[in-house]
């Protein structure tokens, strides 16, 4: 059994969805053309599934690998384990957890300068 510490979990998710739009755009790639590499992978999706993807909807983790051949990165980026596109093995050795309310954290702990908070992602 997992025990969720900090809603970890909705973490991951943010980073994942604001990755999976980041990089594409980092690329130069429509959404049409990451649709057209999933395709030549095997993967039958739409511009609409892609774009829910990309905004929140629940991305099928069985399709993680084929998501980041497409989008020239690695699992381990799009799950915000580590800052490499290329990197395989996370930047920390150990999973980040978020600090007791006696330390309080300085930063954003997990999500990186480039992802958005669940306060500020909420908002918009």
Known sequence: MF??????AIDRHLIL???LRARRVELGLTQKQVVT????RGIRTT???????????????VRLPE?????DCTVTYLLGLTEDPTQWS?????PLLRPSPATPATGNWILGPDV?????????
């Open 37 to 40: 590499r999933l395709a030549r």
């Open 90 to 94: 996370p930047d920390h050795p150990t």
């Open 116 to 124: 958005p908070t669940r306060a500020t992602a909420h908002r918009s």
């Open 47 to 61: 511009n609409k599934t892609l774009s829910s993807f990309e905004h929140g909807a629940g991305v099928d983790v």
């Open 17 to 19: 969805t604001h990755r």
């Open 3 to 8: 025990i969720d510490q900090g809603d970890l």
């Open 67 to 71: 998501l980041a051949a497409a989008l």
